[in-house]
């Protein structure tokens, strides 16, 4: 599977965003303090985008992440919980207006919103699965680990919120990690191949949420790409292991290094992690000519 990938699966990679949002200093970069006290008391704030990634795969529209639904902005029950809405309001700061749907930034974009096949999920928050009411026709990819957590007694208490999830006529499709060899992949436990092709590769990265993924995009015009959603917020904080303010330290620690690894057996491969402000350009600078 790790093959050099010399057909022109994949025509074009962009970046856009769905909104913004303001995250403390301490969910970014880590702190000793217990994040109960940093979420309650810090008044520190960095302003970061809420990105999804798009790929034109042949004829077909794949996505990364599916944003922000507009309704949290002005709708005040968006969160159903009392609790979860307690604590929206202080973990997160979100700017998003009517014009940051998923279809008008697409068709921004000059594609139809129609056209979109899948939505690969990283994780479950719900500012990476706010678009999917959008997109019905699409299917809808997550991995087995992270689906697990709507059975949990309260899920929205990790801002995962099931009335947004579980919406009527979605395609989910949960996925598993395929066993390999590949030296790429093994130290990961296991991949799933999007397409069939090699282009577009699935990878469990969790410590953000038990089943985060990572997507590895191979073509013949980029180097390679890895999604990371949001297991990190800046890639140099990955690179020196410096983990944020919420997950698993050592789940994310765990993959932080597999992800490490992966580069050096990859040397010129870009990492993009979800709320990353330097996105676009990274991309553009990658772009081919």
Not at 60 to 85: C, H, K, Q, W
Not at 162 to 191: M, N, S, Y
Request: with cysteine; aromatic share 8%; charged share 20%.
């Amino acid at each position: 599977m790790s093959q050099t990938i010399s057909d022109d699966f994949i025509k074009s990679v962009q970046v856009f965003s769905t909104g913004s949002g303001g995250q403390h200093l301490e969910h970014r970069y880590g702190s000793r303090l217990p994040s109960l006290w940093w979420v309650l008391t810090s008044k520190s704030w960095v302003e970061i985008p809420i990105n999804i990634y798009l790929f034109e795969h042949r004829n077909e529209l794949v996505l990364f992440d599916a944003g922000l639904d507009t309704a949290i902005g002005s709708d005040p029950n968006y969160v159903s919980s009392s609790i979860g809405r307690f604590f929206l309001r202080r973990l997160f700061r979100l700017h998003i207006g009517p014009d940051d749907t998923l279809t008008a930034k697409l068709n921004g974009l000059g594609y139809d919103v129609a056209d979109v096949s899948k939505v690969i999920v990283s994780h479950l928050h719900f500012d990476h699965i706010g678009g999917i009411k959008e997109v019905p026709q699409a299917e809808l990819l997550v991995s087995g680990d992270e689906w697990r957590q709507l059975s949990d007694p309260h899920p929205e208490r990790e801002f995962i919120l099931r009335e947004h999830i579980e919406v009527p006529g979605a395609k989910w499709k949960q996925i598993e990690f395929a066993p390999t060899d590949d030296p790429l992949f093994a130290p990961f436990g296991g991949c799933y191949d999007v397409m069939n092709d090699g282009s577009m590769i699935l990878l469990p990265t969790p410590g953000h949420t038990p089943g985060s993924m990572s997507l590895l995009v191979r073509t013949a015009n980029y180097p390679p790409l890895l999604m990371v959603g949001d297991l990190t917020y800046e890639v140099d904080l990955l690179m020196k292991d410096r983990v944020p303010g919420t997950g698993d330290i050592g789940q994310l620690r765990s993959s932080f290094a597999k992800v490490r690894a992966l580069k050096e057996q990859l040397p010129n491969l870009v990492i993009l992690p979800s709320h990353d402000p330097t996105a676009a350009e990274v991309l553009m600078t990658n772009m081919p000519l």
